[in-house]
């Protein structure tokens, strides 16, 4: 991977290409941002510019030895850890290389979704397990390939087993000779505070649209500009968000239309004292809480909830540029909007994450969403 093959970015590939001609390398640097943004990309061609002896002031080589090694991702100083099920193949991440390999060579913009699809695991939460700790130490004991620098990439470090964080936390604080720690995450407050005060911060801002649109119009030469650009602007900073809405699916439309059909029986609940209505919210929650479902996509959901939330609160405003909808949203939010103001957009808020984090904790999903549907009962009103 070269920083010339990722989207936007430029003030942060300046960054870590000034880093390297200083003489300046962090042993540990925590890449934080959105999903979708490039943050893994820009951790393999940081760790590749470093490695390529033949680099310019912009980029590596690409042609190097190193680099053909580092573009198959197979350089004997470049190791990954990252979340992973255990099962049939393996309980440690080498033995999920090649799928993760396959994954990244397919598109460095990808996400949680993306490798357990790859994976083909539903209903199950990955971890990088308190194992892996032996297998990183063992790694970077080794000598270097090339003397240069020994990499890890830790993709997702907030899924890492406590035993697993304490054990890296004394490799951060006496790392091995010319080693770098790279850890890519979305979400650095899970993170040991211990562990980010060990490491250097490089946040990674959400891309402009017109650098998404000018990346989906590449990707795809029909692709007409303007429906580049509303795409684009639906994505909110995220190349991965924006692939996502030009490949939509039905279950993509099905978030929608689940959040249709909490928000309108909350109100009918509420309101006009239907208490049909109430039974249309059991069914829902236990629909949701479905054990086909598996909990990143019930996750998914509700991440998706708190952005149309805010969708509509802002759609109060009539402020065009700052609304990021499908029509269909849109036609919806004419209506629902009204409903969504100062005085309970926080709570709601509040609720949607916290039945978002606790379905992350393996909580009873059935308990979760009807408790959840309760609180919209209360809180959904003029």
């Known amino acids: ?21 200083d003489g300046r390398v962090a042993h540990a640097q925590l890449f934080t941002g959105i999903s979708g943004v490039g943050k893994f990309a820009l951790a393999l061609a940081y760790a590749q510019y470093l490695a390529c002896p033949n680099r310019s002031e912009e980029d590596s080589c690409g ?10 991702l197979q350089h004997p100083d470049l190791h990954f850890a990252f979340p992973i099920v255990k099962g049939d193949i393996g309980d440690v991440c080498n033995d999920f290389i090649d799928k993760f390999r396959s994954l990244v060579l397919s598109t460095p913009y990808f996400d949680l979704d993306d490798w357990y699809a790859e994976l083909g695991v539903e209903n ?22 090339s003397n240069g620098y020994k990499v890890l990439i830790i993709w997702m470090p907030e899924k890492m087993h406590v035993s697993c964080s304490n054990k890296l936390l004394k490799l951060l604080e006496e790392p091995p000779t010319k080693t770098l720690f790279l850890l890519v995450t979305e979400h650095p407050e899970q993170l040991l505070s211990t562990i980010i005060s060990r490491t250097q911060e490089v946040n990674i801002p959400r891309l402009s649209e017109w650098a998404i649109a000018q990346a989906l119009m590449q990707q795809n ?18 190349y991965l968000a924006a ?6 699916t039905a279950e993509n439309n099905r978030y929608f239309d689940d959040f249709v059909a909490l928000m309108r029986n909350a109100w009918l609940v509420g309101q006009k004292k239907d208490y049909s209505a109430l039974l ?47 029509e269909a949203e849109s036609q919806f939010s004419a209506k629902f909007a009204p409903f969504i103001h ?11 994450s916290r039945a978002e984090q606790q379905i992350g904790q393996n909580g009873n ?6 408790d959840l549907c309760l609180q919209m009962i209360v809180m959904i009103k003029k």
């Open 1 to 21: 991977m070269r920083f010339v093959d990722i989207i936007g970015q430029e003030d942060v590939k300046n960054q870590l290409r000034q880093s390297v001609r």
């Open 63 to 72: 042609v190097c030895a190193s680099c053909l090694q580092y573009q198959k």
């Open 124 to 145: 199950k939460q990955g971890m990088i397990y308190e194992k892996e700790s032996a297998e990183i130490l063992r790694k970077l004991s080794l000598k270097s390939f």
């Open 221 to 238: 030469y029909e692709l007409p500009s303007i429906t580049a650009k509303n795409i684009a602007h639906n994505a909110n900073g995220s």
């Open 243 to 248: 692939v996502k809405i030009l490949n939509q």
């Open 280 to 326: 249309n919210l059991r069914k829902w929650s236990l629909e949701m809480a479905d054990s086909k479902e598996g909990r990143e996509k019930q996750k998914a959901f509700l991440q998706y909830a708190q952005r149309q939330i805010r969708e509509n609160y802002i759609y109060n405003f009539h402020c065009a540029d700052i609304n990021y909808q499908t």
């Open 342 to 352: 100062e005085n309970n957009v926080e709570r709601i808020m509040d609720e949607l």
């Open 365 to 370: 999903a059935k308990i979760i969403f009807f």
